[in-house]
């Protein structure tokens, strides 16, 4: 247990003692002021009734103090007190408050024995500089927006939501109750990973699936705000010409985003890092459920402090942490797995291809899209394998879901290369997701299957993205420092017939006189339900998203109009 000993009772203390009341571990208090003495003492406080800057007095303490805090008004007192504090426990942690108008004499003399000096004047400029600083300002702008909102608000996540984007709506309406809204957490899509049920369920969260085809429920909400996203009808099912009140994202954009309140910060790991920021600064006390979603949300988007992280992110958690149920948290990260996840994963290894370091696998069709990202993390454990994309059908859409080891493959700009102009994709660089509708796909007269159709458009996409980009993003793959560009594009090449030639708009040379060359845009090849096999199935929900719409690691592949990056694996 934490023990600590406090010299001194001025308000300074009082404040620090009621600040740490949660936390209070193993506590004793030496003060002369008898009335304080009997306060602490009805709170179950040790006080001893003492001079503190007698030597003799600590010594005979019965305790062993890791830190010690000397915090009365008098700058002389705390100056004697920290001098004996030091030579009876020369190794603890020792903070020292100057207290009002010392001299700079009693000043050095503070900080020659103490590890950490305080004075008043420095808690007035922390305090005066966490208020008008950027962070500061952006708060009180929140505060502002929130307080002008008329009525019912509406709090977005995007589509098929991860922990973080729903721990972040979560968050974020409890700053809006504060500031009188009604509040509702609303998404698109369904929350189908095993984790993200056990999460939403186990930690009650109260959240409204939203029915794309019933615009008219939208009416009954007088704002609107976005987490985890940035912008209405992407990777939403919003309409696109809704209007924006807030946004709270910790992805990238990559066009201007418009909203009365904007917080767009890709500096930290998780969205939900913001918004503990901003609990902090409005000195609101985290529920438990929040502070325990919280930090699932960072753990899932940041890959369990291993991605893109942050020292806000570690902060963040560690503020999180106290009042966050470890219990719930473990069961959280312990769900059942769906017999049909270990069925994809079983297909997706069984119809692994293998170019290079990159590995490539069709699932066929599936009803479960979570299971793609789950298949793409597995299989990235086979030795030699650096990235990894597994691709699968629901329902006339083909999904994928990319992953990489390290950051030699920038994947979400692979795949928007590869399937932007014929789809929706994007992530990050070690995760990202793509999304294609099957009416887009056009090809010519051949007796080929749907099947074949769609993996040889899928993975020879896919690898000539990567070749594209051999130079930037696989030049370490294989730790050569004489890395040879045409080698890997040779050794990625797909091995197939002269005649299985697939054309697209972005495939034909420039100044082409091929008049069979084949438009993907013009030329649409609708394929009707019954075709035969159909192709395999995506991803997370989320994973292939847009401009960086973290969908957390978990149940998110699923891709937008313009897909934001996709974050939202399951681990």
């Not at 957490?185 to 999460?199: T, V």
């Not at 937008?560 to 399951?570: A, G, I, K, M, N």
Request: charged residues 30%.
């Amino acid at each position: 247990m934490l023990s600590r000993l406090v010299l001194g009772l001025g308000p300074t203390a009082a404040d620090l003692l009621d600040a740490i009341s949660d936390d209070r571990g193993d506590l004793t208090v030496v003060t002369q002021d008898e009335h304080r003495a009997e306060t602490l003492r009805a709170d179950g406080i040790n006080v001893l009734e003492a001079d503190q800057t007698d030597p003799s007095v600590l010594a005979d303490l019965d305790v062993h103090p890791e830190s010690v805090i000397v915090a009365s008004e008098d700058p002389e007192r705390n100056a004697d007190a920290a001098t004996a504090a030091r030579d009876c426990f020369p190794d603890v942690f020792l903070l020292a408050y100057a207290g009002r108008g010392a001299t700079a004499d009693q000043r050095d003399r503070l900080d020659s024995v103490a590890d950490r000096l305080v004075t008043p004047e420095s808690v007035v400029t922390d305090y005066v500089t966490q208020s008008v600083g950027d962070e500061g300002t952006r708060a009180r702008q929140l505060h502002q927006v929130l307080r002008d909102i008329d009525d019912h608000l509406a709090v977005v996540t995007h589509d098929n939501p991860d922990p973080d984007a729903i721990a972040s709506a979560v968050a974020l309406g409890a700053l809006a109750e504060r500031a009188d809204c009604e509040v509702t957490i609303c998404y698109y899509g369904e929350i189908s990973h095993q984790e993200n049920r056990a999460f939403v369920n186990l930690l009650e969260f109260d959240l409204r699936n939203l029915d794309a085809d019933s615009p008219d429920e939208l009416d009954a909400f007088d704002a609107f705000a976005l987490v985890d996203h940035s912008r209405a009808g992407v990777n939403d099912q919003l309409p696109p010409e809704t209007p924006i009140d807030i946004v709270i994202d910790h992805h990238p954009p990559r066009v201007p985003i418009e909203a009365r309140f904007v917080d767009l910060r890709s500096g930290v790991g998780a969205t939900s890092t913001l918004l503990v920021d901003y609990l902090q600064r409005f000195n609101i006390d985290i529920p438990t459920t929040i502070a325990t979603g919280l930090l699932f949300g960072i753990q899932v988007d940041t890959k369990d402090f291993r991605r893109e992280v942050a020292a806000a992110d570690f902060e963040a958690a560690a503020h999180l942490v106290t009042n966050a149920d470890m219990a719930t948290l473990q069961r959280i990260e312990d769900p059942s797995v769906s017999p049909e996840t270990l069925s994809v994963i079983g297909r997706a290894i069984a119809n692994r291809e293998q170019e290079g370091s990159v590995l490539l696998t069709g699932v066929g069709e599936i009803s479960d899209r979570d299971a793609l990202a789950q298949a793409a993390d597995r299989l990235l454990d086979l030795e030699g394998v650096q990235a990894t994309m597994v691709y699968g059908v629901v329902d006339g859409t083909i999904y994928a879901s990319a992953r990489a080891r390290g950051a030699d493959i920038d994947l979400g700009e692979a795949l928007r290369d590869a399937f932007g102009q014929i789809g929706s994709a994007g992530g990050h660089a070690d995760m990202a997701g793509a999304q294609i509708d099957l009416g887009m796909i056009t090809v010519d007269d051949r007796e080929e299957s749907l099947e074949e159709i769609v993996r040889s458009i899928v993975s020879d996409r896919f690898l000539d993205a990567i070749q594209s980009r051999s130079h930037r993003l696989l030049g370490r793959v294989y730790a050569r420092s004489d890395y040879d560009v045409a080698a890997f594009t040779e050794s990625t090449a797909l091995r197939r017939d002269s005649g299985d030639t697939i054309t697209t708009a972005g495939d034909t040379p420039a100044g082409s006189s091929d008049d069979t060359a084949t438009d993907w845009n013009s030329d649409v090849l609708f394929l009707e339900d019954g075709d035969e096999d159909g192709g395999d199935e995506p991803e997370q929900a989320d994973d292939a998203a847009e401009p960086p719409d973290d969908e957390s690691e978990q149940a998110d592949d699923t891709p937008e109009t313009l897909v934001e990056p996709d974050d939202s694996e399951p681990s």
